[in-house]
């Protein structure tokens, strides 16, 4: 694989719909290998004919359940998995990723936000070098290190957390102009284009929500601060 779009995607659901829809949103996005399975019997099939370099799997199957099924690849490979699934209890989402999965996205998804995570799988287990960016794809914020290129932010605990698609256009706009001011508009374009307005209240929550993952103390914020009435700043860090 010399790109992520080159990447083999194997989709297992055993909705048919949900098959074809996630099919069609990562061939809009370029990707270029994809096979899909309904059941356990065919996943497995398909798993040692096609030698996956990424999984998306759901949970419920007719013939079994996701996780038994990620046991099974596990006794024989470390490819990357993505559980999605409407299953949203905590123990399911801990289940799954104390088995080794690499991310654990609920339905219904934002398709931005599936695509953003998958690529950021992608990135991490078989393009490293993009972790390794110098300084304009990396911003350090205190004890936080944000991966812009992946969109993913390290802490200081070794934890890793995701941004969502809104997050990371609001962090990138916001680091183009570190240290000055954004305004609610700029903002609001990044995200939305140019048919943003009615989504001033959607904007404070998706900037409350990053600085939920950027900051050390969300409600005392020392790095993405608000300028009344104007917009938002991002400060200069590491």
């Known amino acids: 694989m010399n790109h992520l779009y080159e990447a083999r995607i194997l989709l297992i659901d055993d909705n048919l719909d949900i098959l074809e829809m996630l099919k069609n949103i990562l061939i809009r996005r370029g990707f270029l290998s994809i096979r899909t399975a309904s059941n356990c019997e065919k996943a497995r099939e398909i798993f040692h004919l096609y030698a996956p370099e990424l999984i998306i799997l759901d949970i419920m199957l007719p013939d079994g ?29 801990l289940l799954g990723l104390g088995l080794g999965a690499d991310d654990y996205i609920t339905k219904p998804f934002l398709p931005d936000e599936l695509v953003l995570r998958l690529t950021a799988i992608l990135k991490r287990t078989y393009f490293s070098r993009f972790s390794q960016e110098p300084d304009c794809s990396r911003l350090v914020l205190g004890n936080r290190t944000v991966l812009l290129e992946s969109g993913t932010i390290l802490t200081a605990r070794g934890e890793e957390l995701s941004l969502t698609a ?37 904007l404070m929550v998706h900037i409350r929500r990053l600085r939920e993952k950027i900051e050390e103390t969300p409600s005392s914020p020392v790095w993405l601060l608000t300028v009344r009435g104007l917009g938002y700043k991002l400060l200069k860090g590491g």
């Not at 990620?70 to 699934?85: A, G, N």
């Not at 240290?179 to 609610?184: E, L, P, S």
């Open 65 to 93: 359940d996701g996780f038994s099924l990620m046991r099974d690849f596990r006794l024989v490979s470390d490819v990357p998995v993505l559980f999605l699934s409407a299953k949203d209890e905590d123990n399911d989402r």
């Open 166 to 202: 809104k997050e990371l256009a609001l962090l990138k706009k916001l680091y183009e102009n570190r240290g000055n001011i954004v305004t609610f508009d700029a903002l609001s374009d990044a995200v939305w284009g140019e048919n943003y307005f009615g989504y001033e209240n959607t």
